[in-house]
């Protein structure tokens, strides 16, 4: 019978199975020899030793688009989890509407990417755009929201921000209707107020979710490219400039495939350590 | 009181909604403006006159119908392989007894962690030599590897009654059959789950099928409009109006399919938290 079911099994999965070897678990193997050559597209390959990784860590524009992404992540991630938690709580609560309030905020999260970036540099149009002329109309002066290198990179720190609450605030919301409900008749029969028991209660059984949103704005940060490229395509100068739009700059536009694939090697790098060192770092804080 | 509080609640809700409504409102607003109009000051809500000339000025000047067929062609043939592909390998994840399977499984869950940024150069590579670039065979094939549908699909296999399957194979029903005729029908919830995040995962993508794709006439949306933008492209005579007006028209469909959906977007999320 065993036997049989493995000869099954074998045929339901063949398909998927190719495909997925083919077209990424392959290419994703063959990225970590790449890094090893030196491969211009018009060229022929030649073995290069850790040459393309030496680079990386006397590349200005890497370290710089290294720092940058680190100031997405920074910027964005406190907002994407005080205001998705508190967004959660309120259309949490008994009320009418609450489900359009929940639908209208996932919006922003399914919308083109690359459409949410013409949509907000309209709007962040130094002359033109409705931000400006509110500004105005309050007797603020105007922002060079994306051609100057102090805002730029605010800027869209505010677009990826919009377009993460929502998609945050459903994580948050299943995690608050998976606390069981006695936990809460306990505490308000103990006496607990409402703080007590948001933060005695609440937050801690919202820790999982918290982890699971810091780990998907890191995936996000690591990999974001489409509203940048439509947006500032990096600049004004390299103010903007994340490690995917130097990944893409380097190996089709520059067409450096070798050290292009020393840039691949390292995003997945950083993003994996971070990833673990994040997960221990809560799990330490809940044994304590 | 109470019903002040009541009320508050309300105010901050029709607050939250503006927010994240604002920039789509206004887009639509601008996009039925004349060309004139849009830069005028002060900026207007209501327009004196509302027009089609930006959405028959996008038609006019770039190749957008083929975008937009180019967009569904792959968005939804690559949505239809991964409910094939995916439901067919979750199965046998789910239910079948093998050598191997835990490694199997664990290859392709860990494969979640590695975004598509960080193999597209091998993959370029690999695409050029199998004929693939400039095809949409080269954009669809790798979004068939996805991995969230088996993560989704193989835990609601396995949440499922096996007393069905047992029964039928007393019966001497073969092994597809049973799949296809028990456990399908019965999936429908996750099927349609896989299906919005895939459907508007490949929609939305950009990235490849910009690498992907060299010829403007086989270009997907996202790409095509991606080209109004000075950033991109500092010969384009660069016009809010047209730009605004190709923007509506590529989301509508996105829309369309969450509205319909949107429970089982939701339900998705929740339960796996990763995007497509």
């Known amino acids: ?288 | 009181m109470k019903k002040l509080k009541g009320s508050v609640k309300y105010i901050v809700t029709i607050l939250i909604c503006i927010v994240f409504l604002f920039p789509i409102a206004w887009a639509l607003v601008c996009s039925v403006k004349p060309e004139a109009d849009i830069t005028s000051y002060p900026p207007r809500w209501i327009p004196d006159v509302a027009t089609f000339a930006n959405y028959a000025e996008v038609l006019r000047k770039y190749p957008y119908m083929s975008w937009m067929k180019n967009s569904i062609i792959t968005a939804g043939a690559g949505t239809i392989l991964i409910l094939i592909l995916s439901s067919l390998a979750a199965y046998a994840f789910a239910r079948f007894q093998f050598k191997g399977k835990k490694v199997l499984y664990s290859t392709i869950v860990a494969m979640l962690l590695v975004p598509i940024q960080a193999y597209m150069i091998p993959l370029f590579l690999l695409c050029s030599k199998m004929n693939l670039l400039n095809t949409y065979a080269g954009i669809i094939l790798p979004s068939a590897a996805n991995v969230t549908s088996i993560f989704i699909l193989t835990s609601f296999f396995k949440g499922l009654p096996t007393e069905l399957e047992e029964a039928a194979r007393i019966d001497g029903c073969g092994e597809l059959r049973i799949f296809l005729q028990i456990m399908l029908p019965l999936s429908k919830p996750a099927l349609s789950t896989v299906t919005i995040l895939t459907f508007i995962a490949n929609w939305n993508s950009f990235l490849w099928p910009m690498i992907c794709i060299r010829t403007d006439n086989l270009k997907t949306l996202p790409v095509g409009i991606a080209q109004f933008m000075g950033s991109v492209n500092s010969n384009a005579q660069f016009q809010y109006g047209t730009a605004l007006a190709g923007c509506c028209m590529a989301v509508i469909p996105t829309l369309i399919v969450f509205l319909a959906l949107q429970k089982y977007f939701v339900e998705g999320i929740a339960s796996s938290g990763i995007k497509g």
């Not at chain 1, 259309?91 to 970036?117: D, E, H, T």
């Open chain 1, 1 to 288: 019978m065993k036997r049989k079911q493995g000869r099954v099994a074998a045929l339901f999965l063949l398909p998927y199975m190719i495909v997925f070897t083919v077209f990424r678990l392959g290419p994703s193997i063959a990225g970590l020899f790449i890094g090893f050559m030196k491969w211009n597209i018009a060229g022929i390959p030649r073995f290069a030793g850790l040459e393309n990784f030496k680079r990386l860590f006397t590349d200005q524009y890497f370290m710089i688009s290294l720092w940058n992404t680190f100031k997405f992540f920074i910027l964005t991630l406190p907002p994407l989890i005080i205001f998705s938690l508190l967004l959660a709580l309120l259309l949490n609560q008994k009320m009418r509407f609450k489900s359009v309030g929940r639908v209208v905020s996932i919006i922003p999260f399914v919308l083109i990417p690359a459409v949410v970036g013409i949509i907000w540099t309209w709007m962040y149009d130094n002359n033109f755009g409705i931000l400006n002329y509110y500004l105005k109309e309050m007797g603020q002066s105007k922002i060079q929201w994306l051609t100057s290198e102090k805002v730029a990179l605010v800027s869209v720190a505010v677009v990826v921000i919009w377009t993460y609450l929502g998609y945050n605030m459903v994580l948050f919301l299943a995690g608050l209707q998976g606390i069981p409900h006695d936990l809460y008749e306990a505490a308000e029969i103990d006496g607990a107020t409402k703080v007590q028991t948001f933060f005695k209660i609440t937050c801690p059984l919202l820790k999982p979710v918290a982890s699971m949103v810091i780990t998907l704005t890191l995936v996000n940060t690591v990999q974001l490219f489409d509203q940048i490229y439509v947006m500032t395509a990096g600049g004004p100068g390299t103010s903007t400039l994340t490690m995917v739009q130097y990944l893409y700059t380097t190996a089709f536009q520059n067409y450096d495939l070798g050290y292009g694939s020393a840039i691949e090697v390292a995003i997945l790098l950083i993003l994996v350590v971070l990833i673990k060192l994040q997960n221990s770092i809560l799990k330490v804080d809940e044994e304590a």
